[in-house]
């Protein structure tokens, strides 16, 4: 079943084809990465499916649903939720109430009931408080949910805006350099939450990675692009053997 | 609702209604004469101000300058809607009249927060700041030109409904409205867009809504201050509400620390009851007042309280503590 595909999205910056013609077919709990050179419009494509391009041309439906021109807070609301290559967390306020405002849309009272303390407030409130600690202490974070998002180790960190990005109940994840800046054991360590995470709670994930072997290591199935355009798709074997992608990364 | 909660909720309450009652008998017996009864109302006021600009400038980071312009909206039209109903001939207690006129005023300033803010929050920063300058001396101007309500000449004849004992509760009610709004979750999104408006839009936080909502509360809240203030003065004249009362209350807030709540409260008593007790020393009032505030943003840029709050259990909580271990020392040199 097919979650999130992408028919012929193009995207130009004035004479600049940052993105041309791609096209992209996520099914049901695959995990895919999608790598390239620099420049190669990998956070385009990225951006065009979350909602903060709006592509020149082509179509992107979610769920059978058409996402184009759609924001990306009604996105998120849709079922695709992203990280950031350079974290963005809230970073004055605690890990806890970073998971909680991506709760938000779950959490069911009005304004005046919230102004006025009602019932209906302490129970919302204390469920949401649960749900988002279960999901700390699904990443072992537990211990960190009252210390400010930047006081958190660079790992840590990561890890929170994955967690607050899995609090909207996502089907499709969209990890954007999730090992960015991450020493040999954080990765792996990651390699394992991705894995994790795929299965525990039965979602699709997408990764722009530039860490080939956590690339290498977990997607089913990798997508290369080059200049704005794929140049290759397969599994990791396939795609290291690949004549097109070496002469991309290497040059001829 | 645990435990804590309750008896923090306790305390802030045995709190509020122990100053309540200081106040009630230095008024009662005259130690407090009416002069200072007037520089508390207006710290009352200026607190509600303060507060209602902090959900702006502290909650949702944006430069808001033209706070004076929402009070003037809500003290001229519920200052025209008390008129008019006492003109009516209809005669409700006065608190119910005071009541009215503060949902009056607060509705339509709130209304144009939103019709001014759903336009301008496309701006940021500077550029939002300079937007709401314009627009509250649009206000200040059409007030000046604009005859039913007297004009350059001011507005008289307001009925006097504002004394210490209910301006007092208004403001425990509003700081207690706007300290909850700040945590509930409708404040955690506008608090979020503060932080990283980008990554809020990304966690599914509608940000346009949120801070047309948080505009139009501000302003809402302006309104009920400037109510209480035409209440209070039984005269209203536009010149007042100009750039340098909006600059005022902007001053008190980032003096109490953008988003404490309490750290305004306080900013606003100083700040209110400052330039009044330096009012012997005339020609050096100014002088001293600009000194504390550049000695404030040298040492302490955030604020007063910056971006936390003063809690009345966690200082009691850290009283007992410090007199146990006192308790439990001194024991240990008796035996």
Known sequence: ?252 | MDHNKKKAYLINAIAIVALYLVFFVLIQTKTMNNYFVGIAIMTCIMIIMAMSLNIVAGFLGEMALGHAGFMAIGAYSSASFSMALIDGGLSLPPIITLVLAMVVGGIVAGIFGFLIGTPTLRLRGDYLGIVTIGFSEIIRIFFINFGPTGGAAGLKGITRLVNFNNVYWITIIVAFLIFTLGRSKQGRAIISIREDEIASEAAGIPTTRYKVLAFSLAAFFAGVGGSLYAHYQSFLEPSKFGFMFSIEMFVIVVLGGLGSLTGSIISAIVLTVLPEMLRSFSEYRLLVYSLVLIIMMIFRPQGIFGRSEFSLTAFIESLIRRKNVKNSIGGGEAS
């Open chain 1, 1 to 252: 079943m097919t979650v999130l595909s992408a028919k012929n999205i193009t995207m130009q910056f004035g004479g600049l084809t940052a993105v041309d013609q791609f096209n992209l077919e996520l099914s049901a709990n695959e995990l895919v990465g999608l790598i390239g050179p620099n420049g190669a419009g990998k956070t385009t494509i990225f951006n065009m499916l979350t909602g903060v391009y709006v592509p020149t041309m082509g179509e992107i439906m979610l769920n059978d649903q058409s996402i184009i021109k759609k924001t990306p807070h009604e996105i998120v609301k849709l079922g695709a939720s992203r990280t950031f290559q350079n974290i963005r967390l809230f970073k004055d306020l605690t890990a806890v109430e970073n998971v909680k405002i991506a709760y938000h849309n779950f959490i069911d009272y009005n304004m005046v009931q919230g102004m006025f303390r009602t019932k209906k407030f302490w129970t919302e409130e204390k469920k949401a408080h649960e749900e988002c600690m279960k999901l700390l202490d699904i990443f072992d974070m537990g211990e960190y949910a009252d210390t400010l998002a930047k006081n958190l180790p660079y790992g840590q960190q990561r890890k929170l805006e994955i967690a607050r990005a899995l609090a909207s109940d996502p089907k499709v994840l969209m990890l954007d350099e999730p090992a960015a800046g991450m020493n040999p054991n954080e990765t792996a360590e990651l390699m394992e939450t991705i894995h994790f995470i795929r299965n525990k709670f039965d979602i699709t994930v997408l990764l722009i990675e530039h860490d080939m072997k956590l690339v290498m290591g977990i997607c089913e199935r990798i997508i290369v692009v080059d200049y704005g355009k794929t140049i290759a798709e397969g599994t990791p074997d396939e795609i290291k053997n690949n004549p097109d992608v070496i002469r991309a990364y290497l040059g001829d």
